[in-house]
């Protein structure tokens, strides 16, 4: 069983900084790729970035890209593996739940349901 979990959200002033943590475990997550997606009230979930496990190749919705930053941080010796989303000059229309999500086989990054298994989330609300 692969278990995803996210932390780091709050409440922060636009123009300000978060950084939002996820954990992948499990020993039959094949790992690669990790990304980052986020569901606002009434919106529909999108992709926000993601990065290419084995690679570190990183991807971005054009809404984040300059502001976000995805990195991983592996182990080869732990189970667990961490993928970051370091949010800088955050705005209000960035308030939103991120979910982190993993995918055991190549292919669409920015397509959620291409993802196979997903975390419950972590709010990030940005005021004005």
């Known amino acids: 069983q692969v278990q995803v979990v996210e932390s780091g959200g709050g409440l922060v002033q636009a123009g300000g900084s978060l950084r939002l943590s996820c954990v992948a475990s499990g020993r039959t997550f094949s790992r690669n790729t990790m990304g980052w997606f986020r569901q606002a009230p009434g919106k529909e979930r999108e992709f926000v970035a993601a990065i290419g496990w084995n690679t570190g190749t990183t991807y971005y919705a054009d809404t984040v890209k300059g502001r976000f930053t995805i990195s991983r941080d592996s182990s080869r010796d732990n189970a667990k593996n961490t993928v970051y989303l370091q949010m800088i000059s955050l705005k209000p229309e960035d308030t939103a739940v991120y979910y982190c999500?993993?995918?055991?086989?190549?292919?669409?990054?920015?397509?959620?349901?291409?993802?196979?298994?997903w975390g419950r989330g972590t709010q990030v609300t940005v005021s004005s």
């Open positions: 999500a993993a995918k055991n086989v190549g292919g669409r990054y920015s397509v959620s349901a291409d993802y196979d298994y």
